[in-house]
């Protein structure tokens, strides 16, 4: 699954998932921007592949701020001369109940999650087009296949990154260009991390393999999804989740 000589953009690599992804697709021969709001965290696993041999450089930008993305996909461009792969991956929360939600944590995670995914694809799709072969990879979550009480505003992004999904792999496969999403369940991430004993243990008891995932399990799917052996296959969404949501 060899991605020598590509260039590979990931949001959210500072850690967690987006970490491991990018790491993987580095290891794979590609070379990766690891794009982050945090100069720091991009900026260490920018600093980690280029150490274990690979090729990376860190890139900080708000992925909610459109002219910002546009500006960083324009300077990209120039520099690198395309991005064949684009892995959307940044994401927030801001948990609460709906009739407690505030306007401004609705927005903030629907421009996060879901809006930077359209500015980065509408700034990027037109050179993979040109070249008549890409990859783009959203990372969505079961919360948007199932709904999730408290997230009323992380489901209805990661559903929209479903729908947008769909979408974009019938406008672009003319193209050779291949759109499609993985959707996580629960992760050992800093989102999980702070999950105590009891809720943990109810979350168990739904996952049929009896544990929580990698980072590694998403990134090794994500791996595939860019190669060219996954090169008819679009549109899909691929639940990585232990068996939880069949």
Known sequence: MSLENRVALVTGAGRGIGHAIAKNLAEEGAHVLCVSRSENSCGATAEAINQSGGSATSHAVDVSDGPAVAELAKSLLEKHGKVD???NNAGITRDGLILRMSEENWRDV????LSSCFHWVKNLAHPMARQRWGRIVNITSVSGL??????ANYASSKAGMIGLTKTLAKELASRQITVNAV???FIETDMTSGLDEKTRDIILKNIPLKRLGQPSDIAHMVDYLCSDKAAYITGQIFTVDGGMVM
């Open 85 to 87: 792969i684009l892995v």
């Open 110 to 113: 629907i421009e996060t999650n």
């Open 146 to 151: 199932v709904g999730n009480a408290g997230q």
């Open 183 to 185: 959707a996580p369940g």
